[in-house]
T-cell receptor, first 119, second 109 residues
C-alpha cells in the first residue's frame, strides 16, 4: 500500500515569496491533516479536512496560509507571502474514519514532510 | 498552560537500562492517547496506543492515569535504536490530535 506522498521535499525561498506544498493521502483515507513542525517542537495542527470539508482550521494563519482539498483526495497548502518564522517542516497526515465520524484507531500516517527554509 | 506537556529531556540512558517519562494533558474530556516515535529529520510514526488498563508491547509499556491526567511510557532493556524523540499525542475530539513537544531519549553504549 502506498503511503502519504508529499512534494516538494525541500524548498528554499526568500521572505515575501510564495510557496505551495502538495499532499496525496493514503487511498481511501477520508481525513487529511496539515501540521507545521518547527525545529525542537511537536507538530502543530494547521488544518484538518474530512473529505473535502474543513473540520478545523482554527490555528491556520489565514492572512497568509490557505489550503484546499477540492475533490476530497489530494490537498495543497499555500503560503503567501512567506515570513522568516514560517521556516519549518510541513507534514501531511491522513487517517481513516468510521461512518460514525470519530477516528477509531488513532493512527495518523505521515508523509516525509516538506522542509521549508525562508531566507 | 499547554494542552499536552512533556519533559523535553534529553534522557541519557545506558544501553540495557530502563527509562520512563510522563506526559500530562489538560483536557479531561480527551478520548484517546498515543505515543509516537520520531527519528531525527523523519516523520512521526505510531509506537503504541495507550489504554486505561495499561498495555505492553515488547519492551515498551504505556499507562494512562485519567484521574491525574497523565500518560507514561517505560522502555526496558534500552537499545541504541531506541534513541529518538517520543511524542505524546492526545485525541481531543473529532479526530483532533494534539501533540506534545516530545521527549528526547539518547541511548548510549
Amino acid at each position: 500500500e502506498a503511503g502519504v506522498a508529499q512534494s516538494p521535499r525541500y524548498k528554499i525561498i526568500e521572505k515575501r515569496q510564495s510557496v505551495a506544498f502538495w499532499c496525496n493521502p493514503i487511498s481511501g483515507h477520508a481525513t487529511l491533516y496539515w501540521y507545521q513542525q518547527i525545529l525542537g517542537q511537536g507538530p502543530k495542527l494547521l488544518i484538518q479536512f474530512q473529505n473535502n470539508g474543513v473540520v478545523d482550521d482554527s490555528q491556520l494563519p489565514k492572512d497568509r496560509f490557505s489550503a484546499e482539498r477540492l475533490k476530497g483526495v489530494d490537498s495543497t497548502l499555500k503560503i503567501q507571502p512567506a515570513k522568516l518564522e514560517d521556516s519549518a517542516v510541513y507534514l501531511c497526515a491522513s487517517s481513516s474514519r468510521t461512518s460514525g465520524g470519530a477516528t477509531v484507531t488513532g493512527e495518523l500516517f505521515f508523509g516525509e514532510g516538506s522542509r521549508l527554509t525562508v531566507l | 498552560r499547554k494542552e499536552v506537556e512533556q519533559d523535553p529531556g534529553p534522557f541519557n540512558v545506558p544501553e540495557g537500562a530502563t527509562v520512563a517519562f510522563n506526559c500530562t494533558y489538560s483536557n479531561s474530556a480527551s478520548q484517546s492517547f498515543f505515543w509516537y516515535r520520531q527519528d531525527c529529520r523523519k516523520e512521526p510514526k505510531l509506537l503504541m496506543s495507550v489504554y486505561s488498563s495499561g498495555n505492553e508491547d515488547g519492551r515498551f509499556t504505556a499507562q494512562l492515569n485519567r484521574a491525574s491526567q497523565y500518560i507514561s511510557l517505560l522502555i526496558r532493556d534500552s537499545k541504541l535504536s531506541d534513541s529518538a524523540t517520543y511524542l505524546c499525542v492526545v485525541n481531543m475530539s473529532w479526530g483532533k490530535f494534539q501533540f506534545g513537544a516530545g521527549t528526547q531519549v539518547v541511548v548510549t553504549p
